[in-house]
Nanobody, 128 residues
Framework: DVQLQASGGGVVQPGGSLRLSCTAT????????IGWFRQVSGKEREGIAC????????YYADSVKGRFTASRDNAKNIVYLQMNNLQPEDTANYYC?????????????????????WGKGTLVTVSS
């Protein structure tokens, strides 16, 4: 049974930081780019970050670039998202997936391997 379980969410004040983890079980992330996404109830899913197979290449949506950093530990089968300078508009359910899809500038970056593995997400609330 494949699971991509996101964790590390919580309530934080504006300007604060959180570090999310995405732990994969039943699925070896090695060889796959992994994407971070977020969704607000009633709105479309937004791709916000993508970390390449080796962790050297990362891509970010304009909305989070310069504040969020994605990384991975293939040996532990975990992907991370360090989120700094959080703002109220970052409030959302965050989750990871076995694919990437995000806009930066006018460019759409996409990686899809034919595997639709998604985690249930972790809620991030930014509020004073």
């Amino acid at each position: 049974d494949v699971q991509l379980q996101a964790s590390g969410g919580g309530v934080v004040q504006p300007g604060g930081s959180l570090r999310l983890s995405c732990t994969a079980t039943g699925f070896n992330i090695d060889g796959y780019e992994i994407g971070w996404f977020r969704q607000v109830s009633g709105k479309e899913r937004e791709g916000i970050a993508c970390v390449g197979e080796g962790g050297d290449n990362t891509y970010y949506a304009d909305s989070v670039k310069g504040r969020f950093t994605a990384s991975r530990d293939n040996a532990k089968n975990i992907v991370y998202l360090q989120m700094n300078n959080l703002q109220p508009e970052d409030t959302a359910n965050y989750y990871c997936g076995s694919q990437c899809g995000l806009y930066y500038g006018s460019t759409y970056y996409n990686r899809y391997y034919g595997k639709d593995y998604w985690g249930k997400g972790t809620l991030v609330t930014v509020s004073s």
